[in-house]
């Protein structure tokens, strides 16, 4: 009888770190990246290969109830930074973690999150020609949140809220960052697939060692989405946000887009997006700032392989200013993705920036290579 009950929790405890184990997801990303004009300038050009190696474990369980369902999401992630220039060459290491807690009963689904992450940035001016380890500031980011959608049939309405602060060392404390939202949204389902949506959203951002840096803002979302066709999804929205910075005046930004999703043939997807943003300011040089942006994406699957995904997409934006000052971007990617077997990925990327200023100092170009490998257990 000891001998079959020993037998039994044996096979019991092997069952239950099988499931575990399905649970568990654990990957390494390596990504070298060549940059020849870092801080994107027209002068004082730095050429850098940045090396970073990012470990991630995931842990999703799920748990299923009489009355509802639940899950519960875990992820560390982390690993080191190199920047190799002429100049010199630091390592530093950066990582963090996320939980996920969702629960869903009936038409109404919770979630709570929580995120801590360790980073740094630099400070050095452009002339020194390279980031130096004592430039480096390392600095906290540390969030959480609560969201409750209702799918009340034609009309399912999403509440959230959600905190987060940038936290430096002692030396810069004064920079230091808090940021507080709540948002509803709603969503009419006119037709089957097609729907309305509304939303509100109050800001309000603050540095505790700076109370003139408290903004308050109010931001008011309409627009519809829907299929047009069976190959066409799309979307227009339009926006209008009051910012109320504290001890200076009120500013407003009134946000006009297009999202078109077309796909045109079973391997191939194209996404075509559209903006028109017109921003005042509260700074005595610009009085407002108009921008119109325009971004297509493509991503083909060739049908000669499974594992091989291309991709590619174009850029432009046009900044207008109150002053004098005009600016043309334009940025282009070239991309390639493959699969190989055992979970292993590895991707190729070309990306192109130009930026078209009638002040010559904000003039620049930068071209970026970037490798990157990634393996999955």
């Not at 089957?192 to 408290?214: G, I, W």
């Amino acid at each position: 009888m000891q001998k079959k009950k020993k037998k039994k929790r044996k096979e019991e405890v092997k069952k239950a770190l099988r499931r575990t184990m399905k649970d568990i997801r654990f990957s390494f990303t390596a990504k070298t990246i060549y940059e020849d004009n870092l801080y994107k300038t027209h002068d004082s050009q730095v050429n850098a290969f940045i090396n970073s190696l990012d470990i991630d474990l995931q842990y999703n369980p799920k748990f299923i109830w009489r009355k509802g369902h639940t899950a519960i999401g875990l992820r560390i992630k982390g690993g080191p930074d190199t920047n190799v220039t002429k100049r010199g060459v630091f390592t530093k290491g950066k990582g963090g973690f996320k939980t996920l807690l969702t629960h869903t009963r009936d038409r109404y689904a919770f979630a709570l999150n929580f995120g801590l992450d360790k980073d740094y940035s630099a400070t050095t001016e452009i002339k020194t020609g390279a980031i130096l380890p004592t430039s480096l500031i390392d600095y906290w980011k540390r969030s959480y949140g609560a969201s409750l959608l209702m799918d009340f049939r034609r009309l399912p309405t999403e509440i959230v809220y959600t905190h987060s602060d940038t936290l430096y060392t002692k030396r810069y404390a004064s920079s230091n960052t808090s940021k507080d939202e709540v948002s509803l949204t709603n969503h009419f389902k006119v037709f089957p697939k097609t729907s309305l949506l509304s939303s509100f959203d109050y800001t309000v951002e603050n540095s505790p060692k700076r109370p003139q840096a408290r903004i308050v803002s109010y931001t008011f979302w309409t627009g519809i989405k829907g299929r047009i066709s069976p190959k066409v999804d799309g979307l227009v929205k339009a926006g209008y946000k009051i910012s109320n910075p504290k001890g200076t005046p009120r500013t407003t930004t009134e946000t006009l887009g297009l999202n078109l999703e077309y796909q045109m043939f079973r391997r191939l997807l194209h996404n075509l997006s559209l903006e028109r943003n017109l921003e005042s300011t509260a700074y005595a040089e610009e009085a407002w700032v108009r921008k119109n942006k325009f971004a297509w994406d493509t991503s083909y699957l060739p049908p000669w392989s499974r594992n091989l995904r291309l991709g590619a997409g174009f850029t432009f934006t046009d900044y207008d200013y109150s002053s004098f000052r005009r600016d043309d971007k334009y940025e282009l990617y070239l991309k390639t993705t493959y699969s190989l077997k055992n979970k292993l990925t590895l991707s190729l990327r070309y990306d192109f920036e130009y930026n078209d200023s009638n002040i010559l100092e904000n003039d620049y170009k930068s071209r970026r290579v970037s490798l990157e490998i990634s393996k999955e257990f």
